[in-house]
């Protein structure tokens, strides 16, 4: 019979290899980024509460806070890298207005983090309290996480468009969230579970609205095309005037 241990472990490495998958899925986002020298309407909510999120799990991961949690501090650290490389393109290719609002948010989360991690280590002198305490803040950041395309849902509703929500990202973040549940439940932690929990019904919630507004969707994207159609061919006829 397979013990809980190793069913978690297996289960913690399927949430591991879907969580890199999570992480690289705004790959082509940043591709298109990149191409257009413009983050248009993107909003880079979701990558700096991903970015808080990695790092709190990193240290919720250390042994010295919640021991034998090496799947949990290794895939997030993996995160905290990729995230940063999200955020300084997105740095790059913002306007002067967007790029100081995310620097800035990038420096209070540094802050907010290095005060976090001296109080803990030297104000709390157990794992068990450590657990608990950056648990809780985990907790509250793996929402935040979860919950920051709330805001890029508002403006699907908004603009019957799907276009700024990414299917993949959305499709990717379900499948975490489900994995990490399970990985929580067959060794009970409600510091993971609640979370992710929250994560895969808010997954699901973006994964209704795109197919709520994928066709109206591909409707405003086939009319700008016709539209950019109609004016170059009436300025190429001007032209020839």
């Not at 700096?48 to 034998?68: D, F, R, S």
């Not at 983090?113 to 907790?139: N, S």
């Not at 409707?219 to 300025?235: P, Y």
Request: aromatic fraction near 10%.
């Amino acid at each position: 019979m397979v013990s809980a241990e190793l069913a978690r472990d297996v289960v913690g490495i399927t949430g591991n290899v879907i969580s890199l998958f999570l992480f690289m899925s705004p790959v082509p986002t940043f591709v298109q980024i990149w191409k257009k020298k413009s983050v248009e309407q993107f909003s880079a909510a979701p990558y700096l509460a991903t970015l808080i999120n990695c790092v709190v799990w990193v240290l919720y991961g250390l042994p010295i806070v919640h021991p034998h949690s090496t799947l949990v501090w290794t895939i997030n650290g993996a995160g905290t890298a990729i995230e940063i490389v999200y955020l300084l393109l997105f740095i790059i290719h913002s306007n002067g207005k967007k790029r100081l609002k995310v620097l800035l948010i990038v420096l209070a989360e540094a802050i907010f983090m290095a005060v976090l991690t001296v109080l803990v280590l030297t104000l709390v002198h157990t794992t068990k309290k450590r657990t608990v305490i950056v648990g809780i803040v985990a907790i509250v950041f793996n929402a935040m996480m979860y919950a920051a395309p709330l805001s890029v849902m508002k403006m699907v509703i908004t603009t019957k468009s799907v276009e700024y929500m990414p299917f993949f990202i959305s499709l990717a973040s379900l499948a975490n969230g489900v994995a990490w549940s399970a990985y929580a439940l067959i060794k009970f932690d409600p510091f993971i579970l609640v979370p992710n929990g929250m994560g895969t019904l808010f997954s699901v919630a973006q994964l209704i609205l795109y197919a709520v507004y994928y066709r109206s969707t591909q409707r405003q994207i086939a009319a700008r095309k016709t539209d950019g159609e109609v004016g170059l061919s009436e300025l190429g006829d001007a032209r020839k005037k």
